[in-house]
């Protein structure tokens, strides 16, 4: 197989070999250091040093100058440089802060997010650790609506009585008994919470 790719890893970047494992590249001295073997004396003609990364007890690999060569028989993937300026890892939300987004952050204490305000201007501290939003808008109210109405006596046998349901009638006779509408009732349901705010009768 021709390798096209040549790679020249520094100290330090992570050497992410063709079957997925992860080295950090490394002198062959700190390689030393960390696996108690020298890889130059089995690998005199070795160019890229690096040993395993997250893995003890810690193994190594080594390389020819281009890469293309491994120890094990595989060659370089991919190398990620750790010289290059990482990004913050809320920057995103850090610039919507900058530029008047709300921001809140989930609390272990209540188990909720919780609003995050020092004082006028005062960033929050972007704990790497901790978990930050936008504030999200707020959820409209929810209105129902429940037709009410009377049934009304006109046979001296029947009793009065108030009856209500969910369909919408019109006055009719019902044997000893017309419906008269009355309005319907209003239920306003918070949109965060889901508790009722208030109930109301609304004439027609």
Not at 75 to 102: C, F, R, T, Y
């Amino acid at each position: 197989m021709e390798y096209q790719k040549k790679f020249n890893p520094k100290y330090g970047d992570i050497i992410v070999c063709e079957n997925g494992e992860r080295y950090i590249c490394a002198s062959a001295e700190e390689v030393l250091k960390k696996v108690k073997s020298d890889p130059r004396f089995n690998y005199p003609d070795a160019s890229i040093y690096a040993y395993r990364e997250g893995c003890k007890p810690y193994s190594f690999m080594t390389w020819d100058s281009d890469g293309c060569k491994g120890s094990d028989g595989y060659s370089i993937k991919e190398v990620i440089s750790m010289n290059k300026k990482q990004p913050h890892k809320h920057a995103e939300l850090i610039k919507a802060w900058a530029d008047g987004a709300e921001i809140q952050y989930f609390s272990n204490v209540s188990d909720e997010w919780e609003n995050y305000f020092l004082g006028e201007d005062v960033p929050p501290l972007w704990y790497p650790n901790t978990q930050y939003r936008i504030k999200p808008e707020p959820k409209p109210d929810i209105k129902k609506y429940i037709p009410v109405g009377k049934h009304v006596v006109t046979d001296a046998h029947h009793c009065n009585g108030v009856y209500s349901d969910f369909a919408d009638y019109d006055v009719q006779g019902t044997g000893g008994f017309i419906y008269q509408n009355c309005g319907v009732i209003e239920i306003t349901i918070d949109g965060e919470t889901g508790d009722i705010k208030s109930v109301q009768l609304v004439k027609q």
